[in-house]
């Protein structure tokens, strides 16, 4: 960077250094869909390569039993309870009630449990996960909370805890409700979550059918018999939400989260999946621009005991970007207070890496670390450092 900008920008200066790399952005390939509502994201970077409505908040029907589901492996997590613990399935778990508590014969999709007896909790996770069970969610909510209105109480406080900003609960199975509800960016946020906390349960989700009480349970996830590397999550329906479904697909070794709802077909629903993951795996790389520990840039230091240090990152940084890159650009970009004042410490947080679109927008930071320890010169090396920067604008020292 010249003298006359240091000269003009002072002690506080931005100092952007442009990294050019060619490849174009997620923007430049497009693909449409019939879904109401859909996001398609990389798991690794959060790149968004596909946004329908996936901010608006709609009904999530059984695809909001992940929240259940989230609750389930935090409990078997802390020891609360194990895989073996038996819970009592209760009549309301058995019956549905109507809105002034008439019950009705048991209805939506179930494990088939019966009343009054004793269920194990790793049956009952696969009868959610695989059957998708509204009587398993239920027994589940009731055996960790006492009441399926506790626990539901539980799922909001939760979701708010885990930043799922447009999302609200009203019963453990997703049960139609004009006060439940979720959006695609919260559903894939929490099926996220999910895989980054709980790696030892995820298995269930790839499960392709169980047998409970001598009845076979086929899983509901069609995707899974595709060839697109499906290990997970959900399916959803009701007559308000349409079909709606939640994917989870690794493929040498880049996973993607699908999310699509308000679909008109069990078969259309299959197909818009398995066309969308095609797309992503097939029209998508991820580049790793840095690794943990890369030095980003050298600096000049203030009054230190060495002229410079260099900026490092603590992180492996990876960017989605299309394939058949012709000419568009990401730009990373570092900024910080220059000069570094010294004291100071390795580690230090003394900057931030940017990385932003061709149009200058951010689409993700980094904090920029000091590799180093500087400690402050000597007294002789300071005035000789200030009379340098007085006349010369920046250090003498290279």
């Known amino acids: 960077m010249g003298n006359k900008m240091i000269k003009l920008l002072k002690n506080f200066l931005l100092i952007v250094a442009v990294i050019m790399f060619s490849s174009n952005l997620y923007a430049a390939r497009v693909i449409s869909t019939n879904a109401k509502q859909a996001l398609l994201i990389d798991f690794e970077t959060n790149r968004i390569l596909l946004n329908k409505n996936a901010d608006v908040p709609m009904a999530p029907a059984s695809m909001s039993k992940l929240m259940t589901i989230y609750l389930a492996f935090e409990a078997l997590e802390q020891k609360r309870i194990s895989l073996d613990t038996e819970l009592i399935v209760s009549e309301k778990a058995w019956l549905k009630k109507d809105s002034k508590g008439k019950s009705l014969p048991p209805s939506g999709s179930r494990m088939f449990l019966e009343p009054d007896t004793r269920v194990k909790f790793e ?16 027994v589940v909510a009731e055996g960790l909370s006492g009441t399926e209105e506790q626990f539901v109480e539980e799922m909001n406080k939760k979701a708010e ?7 609200n609960f009203q019963n453990s199975t997703g049960w139609p409700h004009p006060d439940h509800y979720m959006s695609s960016i919260d559903l894939a946020k929490l099926s996220k979550i999910l895989y980054i906390e709980f790696p030892e349960y995820m298995y ?6 169980f047998e409970y009480n001598g009845i076979p349970q086929p899983n509901r996830n069609p995707v899974l018999h595709s060839d697109l590397g499906v290990d997970g999550l959900k399916t959803g329906y009701t007559k308000n939400s349409g079909y709606g479904v939640v994917v989870s697909a690794i493929k040498d070794g880049k996973r993607l989260i699908l999310v699509l709802n308000g679909i008109d077909t069990i078969k259309n629903r299959k197909a818009e999946a398995e066309r969308i993951l095609s797309w992503g795996f097939r029209e998508f790389k991820n580049i790793q621009l840095f690794n943990s520990n890369d030095a980003v840039a050298t600096v000049p230091v203030w009054l230190g005991n060495t002229p410079n240090t260099d900026l490092i990152v603590k992180e492996n940084i990876t960017l989605t970007v299309a394939k058949g890159a012709d000419g568009e650009d990401l730009k990373a970009t570092y900024k910080y207070s220059s000069p570094l004042k010294a004291p100071i410490s390795a580690n230090q947080i003394v900057g931030k890496l940017l990385i932003k ?31 340098s920067y007085i006349i010369w604008g920046e250090s003498s020292v290279r």
């Open 204 to 209: 269930y989700f790839a499960e392709k059918k």
């Open 123 to 138: 049956d009952l996770l696969r009868g959610i996960i695989i059957q998708s069970g509204n009587d398993a969610c239920i």
């Open 161 to 167: 805890k885990i930043g799922l900003t447009n999302s």
């Open 357 to 387: 679109d061709k149009n200058g927008n951010k689409i993700k930071e980094y904090n920029l670390y000091s590799l180093e320890n500087i400690e402050k010169a000597g007294p002789i090396s300071r005035l000789f450092s200030s009379l």
